[in-house]
Structures are given as C-alpha cells and as structure tokens.
C-alpha cells in the first residue's frame, strides 16, 4: 500500500469512529430523555392509585354513610289528601 491509500484509510475510520461516537451520544440522550419520562409516569399513576386507593377506604370505614334508603318503596301517605287540597290542580 502506498502512502496515499494509507492515509485515505485512516480518514475513513476517523469519520466511522465519528459517526458511531454520534449515534451512540444521541442514543443514550434520548435513552435517558425516555427513562426519566417513564419514572414520571409511573410516580404520577402510582400517586393517583394511591389517592384512589385512601379515598375508598375513607368511605369503607365510615360508620355514618347511608348505603339505602329505609324508606325507598314506602307509599306517601299524604298523597291522596296533597291531591285534593291542591287548589291549583
């Protein structure tokens, strides 16, 4: 080989390492971009699972919550005298 073609050789490694050297800088950057972004989208889910989780049992432990009406299907039993007092009707 002469001297030439040696040199040419030596160039095309240097923009090889270059361009590699490049790829892998943007790589990473962006491996690092996305990792973080995953670590806040998971702290953000696990805080409102969270959130969601203490709410429920907030309302399971209260004593003084209602879970029906008593007096749901109860006839009024005014209706009738409502009816015919009701000069309006």
Do not use: C
Not at 11 to 25: D, P, R
Not at 30 to 45: H, P, T
Not at 58 to 82: C, H, I, R
């Amino acid at each position: 080989m002469d001297k030439m073609s040696s040199s040419k050789i030596v160039k095309w490694l240097v923009v090889v390492v270059l361009v590699v050297g490049i790829g892998y800088l943007a790589y990473s950057s962006g491996f690092r971009v996305g990792y973080k972004q995953a670590q806040a989208d998971i702290k953000m889910s696990q805080d409102e699972l969270a959130k969601k989780a203490g709410e429920q049992a907030a309302k399971a432990a209260n004593p003084f919550q209602a879970s029906s009406n008593p007096l749901e299907g109860v006839a009024d039993p005014l209706a009738k005298t409502k009816s015919i007092l009701n000069p309006f009707k």
